[in-house]
Structures are given as C-alpha cells and as structure tokens.
C-alpha cells in the first residue's frame, strides 16, 4: 500500500486530522529561508509534534549541525534535506544523526523534466552517489523556488530517476485527489507527498481533500 505524507502543515488540528484519516507522515517545514505561509518555528513544530505520528523536518540548512540541532529538539521520524545540499552535505548529516532517524533527500526536477543538481556535483553520477547515502528521495517540482510550486512534473521522469538509484522514491508537486492514482499508476512509488493540493489555502489543509487524497492514494475508492 502506497504511504501518504502531508505536507506543510501548520497546526495541531490538521495535523490530528491527517493522522486519523490514515496518513502515515506529517512534513512541517522548519524555518527555512523561503517565503511560504506553510514555515513554522522549531517551537511550533514541536507542539504540533506530539499528536502528529511520523514526523518529517522539512529543511533547508546551512550546516549540518542544524539538522542535528532540530532531530535532538524534534525527534522526527526523517529530516528532509529540501534545498541543493550536495552528496557531501547529506553524508556529513547522515553520520551526525542518530541511526533511527531516515534521512530523505529532495531531488528537483523542473517543468521540463530535468534534474537540477547541486552545485559541484557531478551530472552523470548525481543521483547513483546519492542512492548510496540517503534512504528515501523525494522527487519534486521546481520553478524559480524550491517545491510549493503546486505544478506537476514529468513522472516518467521520477519513475526512470527510481529505477536508476533504487531508493523507496516518494512523489511530489501538483498532486491532488484527482491527479495522485495516475502519478501512483506511472511512478509506482513508496509514498506520495502533498501540501497545496488539500489547501483551502497555504498553510490550512482542507478536510475533505486531505481524506480524498488519503483515501485514494491508498486504494480506497470513496471516503465516509
């Protein structure tokens, strides 16, 4: 069964309800240097922590001692390295962090199918060295900013991209309740991640779009 991460949430109330519908992680975007309406504080993150399952730290740091800084505070399930960190970077944090803690790395992919490496690292071998360290890659959009693009990508993409580093591959941007069975059908990946697509708007998740998307993802075909 595919497992479902909603993303960006911002309170203990949409946290709750995404957990009681079936989703198995709730991002919370920490802090970072972007302007979202979907960033919380570390505090809040940790308030919201307590009644929200799995958590993932949505990050995008400058030194790896911010990540530990956060998974000591937090104690998430996995750290989301969600910015351009090189394979260097994502190795340093691996072996900061306790052995528990999943390190899932975030792989952009813009609009016209092509990966957007890391500055220094090498094209040809990017991804193959990246599959060697992290333990789950997050395939998402970007434009002109890091994800929250709410725009799809060329999922033919990701699911060549899973085949070639074999990591459980986790899918994101422009999914909603009616796009994720195709993106699920194409990719077939590990779990499939989502923020403005349950939004009433950024940062409030709508009830009805997160069970529909939940719901569906998981292979149930009506919510009640």
């Not at 990540?67 to 104690?75: G, H």
């Not at 999943?102 to 890391?118: A, E, F, Q, R, S």
């Not at 060295?129 to 994800?147: N, P, Q």
């Not at 590990?190 to 939004?199: H, P, Q, R, T």
Request: proline share 5%.
């Amino acid at each position: 069964m595919v497992k479902v991460k909603i993303c960006g949430v911002t309170s203990a109330e949409d946290a709750i309800f995404a957990v009681e519908s079936g989703a198995d992680m709730v991002g919370l975007i920490i802090d970072v240097p972007v302007d979202t309406q979907r960033k919380v504080s570390l505090k809040k993150a940790i308030k919201i922590s307590k009644d929200a399952g799995d958590v993932v730290a949505v990050l995008m740091p400058r030194f790896a001692g911010d990540v530990l800084r956060v998974a000591r505070e937090l104690r998430p399930y996995a750290v989301q390295l969600h910015g351009y960190e090189p394979n260097s970077f994502v190795l340093d944090v691996k072996s900061s962090l306790p052995t528990e803690t999943k390190i899932i790395k975030t792989v952009h992919i813009d609009t016209n199918g092509n990966v957007k490496c890391p500055e220094g690292e090498d094209n040809s071998s990017y991804l193959e060295d990246l599959g060697k360290i992290a333990d789950f890659v997050l395939m998402d959009t970007v434009k002109s900013r890091e994800g929250g693009t709410g725009t799809a990508h060329d999922w033919t993409v990701s699911k060549a991209i899973k085949e070639k580093i074999g990591l459980p591959t986790i899918i994101a941007g422009g999914l909603t309740p009616d796009n994720v069975l195709l993106a699920i059908k194409i990719v077939k990946p590990y779990a499939v991640d989502v923020a403005s697509g349950v939004e009433i708007c950024p940062g409030r998740k709508d009830p009805c779009k997160v069970r529909s998307f939940i719901n569906l993802a998981k292979g149930v075909k009506s919510c009640t």
